[in-house]
């Protein structure tokens, strides 16, 4: 009998093992295919944004061709609206786009000067118009940032990973249906602010899971050491090694993405909230008072906050230097003194809230991002609204069991309502972190729903918690093809 167990666990093992190998093959595959569709089967455009907020500014700088490239409203200080109006921005940060288009530029840049790439002249036509262009092929200026954001979006792929191993989600799965996904193929290879939205949404929530997680290990531990001492097999002085900071851990690292997402695309803001409310607020009902809460959160607060005032302020500052084309310092410190100073993401809040500049650009019915959904995430997207609706009456029995459940808290006739939303609080929390990647999806979706304009790549950061989550986990085998 022993020895047929342990030739069923060989076995299951060699499966495990050859699984693990033919997933990675896939993976890897599945990898190549997204470089291979990039570089030789995506020879047009999703939408010109994918040149105008960003790429084509990045290249004029760059390559010293500004006369060459279109420079859109959005990256000039003044611009004329349809009804005639002068208006101030620009909306759109220019430090993130240098990171993500404008490193790989300077390095093509670099290769072309040494002879390195040679390359037909991006200007052979006019030449004389601009004597300092340097000589690249308008097709590699297309294909090398797609290839560079190709790249970055394994970053998503990591993410993903870690994500589902804290989560005790089936990795390969998840990871499988992620790199076969449409999205990841065409999107994310693409130069949207969006697709780095996305990027930046799941470093963001990964280190929000990975701190909570890290939280709950922490108390689980503490509740197994308090019953060691109630049995006196363990001493107090044990709790000395308590790590006191961990309600704060990887605060400077969330604030610091935190940071970057709203001056990528001040949307960012929408889609961080649940994780970040969700992290602030963890474990803040054992708190005896509500001093003692606000205190925690307020601590938590303090924490992302030591990183983003600083990246808020250089992000700033950078943006000023640019769009006033200041040279020196002591211009800058003007600017600083007259509180002169380019504010993007204010900038792009005041554009978006006018009604009459979203129509400019095409509105939407509400129901718009539902379909947007569906031809984004194919048969997850009714899967994910099931599970929405199955959560909200789940909480709906549970708020409703916790009034008529509470006679020993009464005062009078009336109910402690104070202790029922702790209770229900706590509950919350201490369900699966499923719950959080449900809102986190949720939330956004409604949100942008009552934007009147509207387009399918503002909803690119939902396959984050969509592919990621417990929610999908038990039916990415059936539902959804690779």
């Known amino acids: 009998m022993k020895e047929q167990t342990k030739n069923n666990q060989k076995v299951a093992s060699t499966t495990t093992t050859m699984t693990s190998s033919s997933i990675t093959k896939y993976w890897v595959f599945l990898v190549f295919i997204r470089l291979a569709v990039n570089l030789f089967g995506q020879r047009g455009y999703i939408h010109p944004d994918e040149f105008f907020q960003g790429p084509e500014i990045i290249a004029g700088d760059v390559f010293d061709c500004r006369d060459r490239i279109l420079r859109t409203w959005e990256f000039k200080m003044d611009y004329f609206a349809t009804n005639g109006t002068v208006k101030q921005g620009p909306i759109r940060n220019i430090a993130i786009p240098y990171i993500f288009y404008g490193l790989p530029m300077l390095l093509l840049k670099f290769l072309t000067s040494i002879g390195s790439i040679d390359f037909t002249s991006l200007v052979s036509k006019n030449k004389d118009q601009c004597t300092s262009c ?202 600083i003194a007259d509180r002169n100073l380019v504010l993007t993401p204010y900038n792009f809040f005041k554009y978006n809230s006018d009604a009459a500049n979203l129509a400019q650009h095409g509105t939407h019915p509400a129901y718009q991002h539902l379909i947007n959904i569906i031809l984004l995430f194919g048969s997850a997207a009714p899967m994910l609204i099931v599970e929405s609706i199955k959560s909200i009456s789940y909480w709906a029995r549970v708020a409703f069991s916790s009034t008529t459940n509470y006679d020993e808290y009464e005062n009078g006739d009336q109910v402690n309502l104070e202790t029922i939303a702790s209770d229900l609080y706590t509950r919350f929390m201490n369900e699966k972190i499923r719950f959080l990647f449900i809102l986190a999806a949720l939330v956004p979706l409604v949100s942008f729903s009552f934007i009147s304009h509207k387009e399918q790549r503002f909803l690119l950061p939902l396959i984050i918690p969509v592919f990621g989550c417990e929610l999908v986990s038990d039916y990415l085998a059936t539902a959804l093809v690779l």
């Open 134 to 335: 340097i000589s690249v092929d308008s097709t590699t200026l297309i294909y090398y940032p797609r290839l560079f954001m190709a790249f970055s979006s394994l970053i998503v792929d990591l993410c993903l990973v870690k994500l589902a191993n804290l989560c005790n989600v089936n990795a390969s799965r998840v990871i499988l249906v992620f790199a076969s996904s449409y999205i990841t193929i065409v999107f994310l290879t693409r130069t949207f602010s969006n697709t780095i939205e996305t990027l930046l949404f799941a470093v963001f929530l990964y280190f929000v899971v990975k701190s909570i997680k890290a939280q709950v290990a922490q108390n689980e531990w503490i509740e197994s050491l308090k019953a060691e001492i109630r049995t006196n097999k363990a001493n107090e002085y044990r709790f000395d090694f308590v790590d006191q900071s961990i309600s704060t851990y990887l605060g400077e690292q969330i604030g610091i993405v935190f940071c970057l997402g709203v001056f990528n695309r001040p949307t960012f803001l929408i889609y961080s909230f649940v994780p970040l409310s969700y992290w602030v607020l963890y474990d803040f009902e054992k708190c005896n008072t509500w001093w003692g809460s606000a205190k925690m959160c307020l601590k938590r607060v303090v924490s992302i906050s030591k990183l983003i005032v600083p990246t808020a302020l250089i992000l700033i500052l950078i943006d000023t230097a640019y769009f006033y084309e200041i040279r020196s310092l002591d211009e800058l410190l003007v600017h």
